[in-house]
């Protein structure tokens, strides 16, 4: 099972191009509400989550998503079940990927300590002791998955398939959106 963590003010685009090509790919991901089963994003688009934070089962865990909005990004570092569950998927040698300022709270957890990474221009100082890798749109170092930015949502969920699947389900969805 896969679960996109959505805490109120999340970057609308960076969770929906990736869920949105997980799914076409036939990955199974749900959405977790962080604050309740209505999640509001950074740019006031309302999303309904699949379940909540309590109704996770971290056993059937094989990857975690967070996307970045500082919103978003505030609202997991404020849950203790969300920060958990983050570090339980690391603990697990589950694949843990997160975009934009999301890469940060990695780095809260140690998770991205000696680790190639990237996050969004800006919030470098936060990412602890990684291994940064500037101008990557996406960077996958072991079970560890970051992106840079809104922009970078297309490849990051391509990269995020290509690791739970392969490069050919990954070039298969990407022919299929038309990317150019």
Known sequence: MVY?????????????????????????????GV?????????????????TLDEM???????????GGLGG?????ASRAAMDALAFAWEN??????????PTVLADLGITDGKKA??????????GNAVMEENAPCVRDGKLITGTSAGCAIPFGLMLIEALKDREAADTIAQQIVIR
């Open 4 to 32: 996109m963590l959505l805490g109120t003010g999340f970057e609308e685009t960076e969770a929906i191009a990736p869920l949105d090509l997980l799914r076409r790919a036939g990955v199974q991901v749900l959405t977790v």
């Open 35 to 51: 604050n309740g089963k209505t999640v509001c994003g950074g740019h006031n688009i309302g999303i309904e989550a699949d379940i």
């Open 57 to 67: 089962d971290l056993t059937a865990l094989e990857m975690i998503i967070l996307p």
């Open 73 to 77: 990004v505030a609202s997991v570092r």
């Open 93 to 102: 040698d589950k694949f843990v990927a997160a975009i934009c300022a999301g």
């Open 118 to 127: 990237t996050c969004y221009p800006g919030c470098e100082s936060g990412m």
